[in-house]
Each structure stands twice: as C-alpha cells, then as structure tokens.
C-alpha cells in the first residue's frame, strides 16, 4: 500500500521559514517525479515545485521562484520543500503528489499539511 506522509506545517510569521517533508512508502521512490501542490481556501490546487526521479531538475511556480526549494533523498524516499520569506499568500494546505515517470496514471497523494503565515 502506497502512502505519502506530509510533515513540517505550521505557522510562520512574515518572513520566515518552514521545511516540509514527505516521507513516502510502499513503491519505488526513485522511479517518481514528485510535486508539491497547495490550495488555499476557496481556490483550486495549484502546483508549487516539481522535482525529477533522479533529483537532477526542479521547476517552480513563479509565485515562488527564489523563495521555495525542494530537493529529495531517494536512499531516505523523502522529498523536501524548503520555503524561505514566506507571505500570507503562501498560507494553504501543502500536498505532495507522486507520478511514475513513465506510467502517468501511476499517482498518488499525501493527505496535505497546514501551513498558516501571519503575524
């Protein structure tokens, strides 16, 4: 059985900083693209860094670039996001999402963490 488990959430004032984890068990870490996703209330998922299999590439959404950093371990199967100068806008619920790298339908998603940024 699959599972993704988010961790590191919390709240943060203006500026400061939160590393998230998730640790995942039950495939094969290296074989997966992972992606972090948040959703804020009222509004839709959206996607906030990718990272490939081997750790090699990372994109970003431009809400965070320069800001947000994820990384992975595969030895560990954990992947990271480090989020530095946090904004009130970046309060939502943060998912990690897992894709094959060659079965798209191959996916799974943790169950998300809170992260709140106010003063």
């Known amino acids: 059985q699959v599972q993704l488990v988010e961790s590191g959430g919390g709240l943060a004032q203006p500026g400061g900083s939160l590393r998230l984890s998730c640790a995942a068990s039950g495939l094969t870490f290296s074989f997966y693209v992972m992606s972090w996703y948040r959703q804020a209330p009222g509004k839709e998922r959206e996607l906030v860094a990718t990272?490939?299999?081997?750790?090699?590439?990372?994109n970003y959404a431009d809400s965070v670039k320069g800001r947000f950093t994820i990384s992975r371990d595969n030895a560990k199967k954990t992947v990271y996001l480090q989020m530095n100068s946090l904004k009130p806008e970046d309060t939502a619920v943060y998912y990690c999402k897992a894709v094959h790298n060659r079965v798209a339908t191959r996916n799974y998603w943790g169950h998300g963490t809170q992260v709140t940024v106010s003063s």
């Open positions: 990272i490939t299999s081997p750790g090699d590439s990372a």
